[in-house]
């Protein structure tokens, strides 16, 4: 498996990993054979914990140079009452600025930096991906959401979309998920939605065994693999 390093998120130089994250920091992993197409993967709110970057070390080995930004300013929690107080307090700006500030520091270390990348994001991550796609369309080539979903303005996004949901999800609403389908359609956008029954949010995260479908989470990324082959590998 290819070497992983932390990073910061505007200086792309690699380093020993640390030993606790901090606000600008992300997880880097480049494959063994060399950089390749970039992926930015964006975690939920419980942190740059285990999922995330297992998630970043299996891009790799696919062939893809893929980085993890900390959104979480190094909390990394199994509380939800925790995650959901440090998504509340946290600044929006902040984020966005990091989000916007890793995508230049992934595609100076892809094998092409004037390429685009990919974007793979977890509940709130797959909310920040969505908008990042919309806010940068020149940047990134497609957009992968699990369980997460966002209502703004999308005639600007280019990159089509994958969408993994739950069968039963009371973080995500039909009413949500349908007007974000619209929205999409109503634009005239690229984009496939995957419901998965039996799961319910967070069921692609290994590291909430409360949540995690094992199956559905294999079919997902299966389904992740083959669209970001697509679109990234041509």
């Known amino acids: 498996m290819a070497e992983p390093s932390d990073t910061d998120g505007a200086t792309p130089a690699p380093r ?22 970039g992926v930015l993967v964006l975690h939920s709110w419980w942190g740059l914990g285990e999922s995330p970057r297992r998630v970043v070390e299996q891009l790799a080995d696919a062939g893809y140079t893929a980085l993890a930004p900390d959104l979480s300013s190094g909390l990394v929690t199994d509380e939800p009452d925790e995650a959901q107080q440090a998504l509340a307090e946290a600044d ?3 984020v966005a600025a990091l989000v916007l500030s890793s995508v230049a520091a992934l595609r100076a270390r892809t094998a092409v930096p004037t390429d685009r990348i990919a974007v793979v994001g977890f509940s709130m991550g797959a909310s920040w991906a969505m908008w990042l796609a919309t806010r940068l369309p020149g940047s990134v080539s497609a957009v992968v959401a699990y369980y997460g979903t966002q209502n703004i303005d999308f005639d600007d996004l280019e990159a089509p979309v994958l969408g993994h949901f739950a069968d039963e999800d009371p973080l995500v609403t039909e009413d949500e998920l349908t007007e974000m389908h619209a929205r999409l359609l109503l634009s005239e956008k690229s984009v496939e939605l995957h419901r998965y029954p039996g799961t319910s949010h967070w069921f692609a995260e290994d590291d909430r065994p409360a949540f995690h479908h094992p199956d559905a989470a294999a079919q997902a990324w299966d389904r992740t693999l083959r669209f970001l082959a697509e679109h990234l590998r041509g």
């Open 16 to 37: 020993p990993p640390a030993a606790g994250s901090k606000a600008g920091e992300a997880y880097l992993v480049v494959p063994d054979e060399g950089p390749g197409p």
């Open 92 to 94: 929006p700006n902040a």
